[in-house]
């Protein structure tokens, strides 16, 4: 089964840190760009950081520079997150997202996966 499980989410006081892992199941991730989303309560998703297939290119949202940092082990088909100096305004669902353009027998194809989402608290 072609599926990515998020993990690592937690209740953590402002100040404290996380790291999140996107682990890929019934595929290869190497072969694509994955991306870390967030959804807060009553809020639409928004993108918060991406990294590129060989983890040489990455990109962060304003709000998380500095503060956050993305990574990939393609050894162990997992991307991780790890978010330091966590705010009340990081709470949110968190999800990964792999995509990537292939061509499967002559035909281009765009594929994209989500997976499930991890809960991120940050309360007193």
């Known amino acids: 089964q072609v599926q990515l499980v998020e993990s690592g989410g937690d209740l953590v006081q402002p100040g404290g840190s996380l790291r999140l892992s996107c682990t890929a199941s019934?595929?290869?991730?190497?072969?694509?760009?994955v991306g870390w989303f967030r959804q807060a309560p009553g809020k639409e998703r928004e993108g918060v950081s991406c990294?590129?297939?060989?983890?040489?290119?990455?990109y962060y949202k304003d709000s998380v520079k500095g503060r956050f940092t993305i990574s990939r082990d393609n050894a162990k088909n997992t991307v991780y997150l790890q978010m330091n100096s966590l705010k009340p305004e990081d709470t949110a669902v968190y999800y990964c997202?792999?995509?990537?353009?292939?061509?499967?027998?002559?035909?281009?194809?765009?594929?994209?996966?989500w997976g499930q989402g991890t809960l991120v608290t940050v309360s007193s």
């Open positions: 997202n792999a995509a990537a353009v292939v061509v499967v027998t002559g035909d281009i194809r765009y594929l994209e996966i």
């Open positions: 019934g595929f290869t991730l190497d072969y694509y760009n």
């Open positions: 990294i590129s297939t060989s983890g040489g290119n990455t």
